[in-house]
Each structure stands twice: as structure tokens, then as C-alpha cells.
Nanobody
């Protein structure tokens, strides 16, 4: 089992920045593909970004490309999401997710991920 805990959310003005962290614990002796998703009020959960277990492959939703950066530190068992130039439309609960054991990279589909954090709220004011 892997436990994921997100942190770093909060309230920020449009144009500002936040960095989310996702700390993994439990069975972390093997690295996992990781992803970030978000769910805005009244909407379904959507893909934001993904990173391979080595960090060599990344992918982003078109809506965040050029503004968000996903990265990881496998020594610290932590994945980050640096969010710049935030917009009110970025307001959502952000979730990190870990892929299935042994998978190098998991893409944008939720069913590719086996473990989920509890989420952290990001609110961007206009």
C-alpha cells in the first residue's frame, strides 16, 4: 500500500504562484509513476500532469501547459506541482495519484492510477 498526502494549497490572487507537494509513504521502495488531477466545483475530476518514475517523461493538460511544472524527488518520495500564472479557472481540489506497481509511466486516465491522496484546495481570486 502507498499513502499519499498533498500539501501546499491555499488562496492566491490571479497571476500568482503556488507549489503543491505530494509525500508518499508506505511501500515506497519501488518508485511509482505519479500524476496530478483536479476537480473544480460542480465538475468532474480532470487530468493536470503526469511524470514517469524516473522523472524523464512528463505530460500536461493543454490548459496548464507552459504554466505548471511537475517534478519529483525520489530520495524524499515527494512529487511537486509548481503552478505559475494562476487563473481563477485553476480553482479546484488538487489530487495526486500513484500508478500501479511496476508501471514506468501512467497517462491522463484515472483508471491508470492505483492510489490517491485526499486532495488540497487551491483557490485563485480574480
Amino acid at each position: 500500500q502507498v499513502q499519499l498526502v498533498e500539501s501546499g494549497g491555499g488562496l492566491v490572487q490571479a497571476g500568482g504562484s503556488l507549489r503543491l507537494s505530494c509525500a508518499a509513504s508506505g511501500r515506497t521502495s519501488s518508485s511509482y509513476a505519479m500524476g496530478w488531477f483536479r476537480q473544480a466545483p460542480g465538475k468532474g475530476r480532470e487530468f493536470v500532469a503526469a511524470i514517469s518514475w524516473s522523472g524523464g517523461t512528463t505530460n500536461y493538460a493543454d490548459s496548464v501547459k507552459g504554466r505548471f511544472t511537475i517534478s519529483r524527488d525520489n530520495v524524499k518520495n515527494t512529487v511537486y506541482l509548481q503552478m505559475n500564472s494562476l487563473k481563477p479557472d485553476d480553482t479546484a481540489v488538487y489530487y495526486c495519484a500513484a500508478g500501479r506497481l511496476g508501471t514506468y509511466y501512467s497517462g491522463p486516465r484515472e483508471n491508470e492510477y492505483a492510489y490517491w491522496g485526499q486532495g488540497t484546495q487551491v483557490t485563485v481570486s480574480s
